[in-house]
């Protein structure tokens, strides 16, 4: 699967963007999807994730309550909403897949997509 997020840039604290995955020629909704970030120096840690059957979300607690992830079955995307940005969000973003009706947290994710940049300084 061809993974494609797009959506990052620059960004003031306490702003927003809106990340977005697609894979052109596959359903999503039959993918459990993630998204995945990495700063600079730091390890890549998994930010939140929705299921394909279930539809149940996930979120890590870095992120809960400012990122919101959803489908958009018309489009064939997962979005990632991401709201009131903070400098230590500045990563790459990637969202991962795998063709599972298991529940999304915890996966190992089979198909990832390139990063998108997100960068958040005033």
């Known amino acids: 699967v061809q993974l494609q997020a797009s959506g990052g840039g620059l960004v003031q604290p306490g702003g927003f963007l809106r990340l977005s995955c697609t894979a052109p020629?596959?359903?999503?909704?039959?993918?459990?999807i993630a998204w995945f970030r990495q700063a600079p120096g730091k390890e890549r840690e998994g930010i939140s994730c929705?299921?394909?059957?279930?539809?149940?979300?996930s979120y890590d607690d870095s992120v809960r309550g400012r990122f919101f992830i959803s489908r958009d079955n018309a489009k064939n995307t997962v979005d990632l909403q991401l709201n009131n940005l903070k400098p230590e969000d500045t990563a790459d973003y990637y969202c991962?897949?795998?063709?599972?009706?298991?529940?999304?947290?915890?996966?190992?994710?089979?198909?990832w997509g390139q990063g998108t940049l997100v960068t958040v300084s005033s």
């Open positions: 991962a897949a795998r063709h599972t009706s298991f529940p999304c947290r915890g996966l190992q994710y089979d198909s």
């Open positions: 929705v299921g394909s059957r279930d539809g149940k979300v």
């Open positions: 020629g596959v359903t999503l909704r039959d993918y459990a």
